[in-house]
Each structure stands twice: as C-alpha cells, then as structure tokens.
C-alpha cells in the first residue's frame, strides 16, 4: 500500500471535529513557497508604509506604560 493510500484509508477514521485541523495542515503542506514569501513581503512592506502604525517602544517600555513591574512579571511565572 503506498503512501497516499494509505493517508486516504486513514481518512475515513477522522472525527469531523478534527477535519478542520487536518485541512490547515494539507493545505500548509501543498502551498506555494514563493507565493507565501510574495505575500508576506507584502504585508510587511504595508506594515512600514502604513502611516497610523505608531512608533516602536521596547519591552521594558511598554512595561512601565502598563505600570508593571521586570520584577513583578518575573515573580509572576
């Protein structure tokens, strides 16, 4: 039995519930590279043109912004 027929058999054991996992998964697994790369790029150059995204501020920034502690997020996990 190859490969594919026995992905193929193995499919009618799958709950329904779980189908949707399944279908990410093989659709990941047969997608475009370079299409996926184009369009990621894509996003990330709409990301840096996009004039309302706001200035960066580091992690011990945003931190002090939400009035927490290094130490009281360490201490915390």
Request: glycine share 6%.
């Amino acid at each position: 039995m190859s490969d594919r027929e026995k992905v193929l058999s193995l499919l009618d054991s799958v709950p329904d519930y779980k189908m949707g996992y399944l279908l990410a998964y093989v659709q990941g697994l047969t997608a475009d590279e370079e299409a996926d790369d184009a369009f990621c790029r894509k996003m990330y150059e709409d990301y840096l043109n996009d004039p309302e995204r706001g200035d960066m501020v580091s992690f011990e920034e945003a931190l002090k912004e939400c009035g927490v502690s290094p130490d009281e997020l360490r201490d915390s996990l």
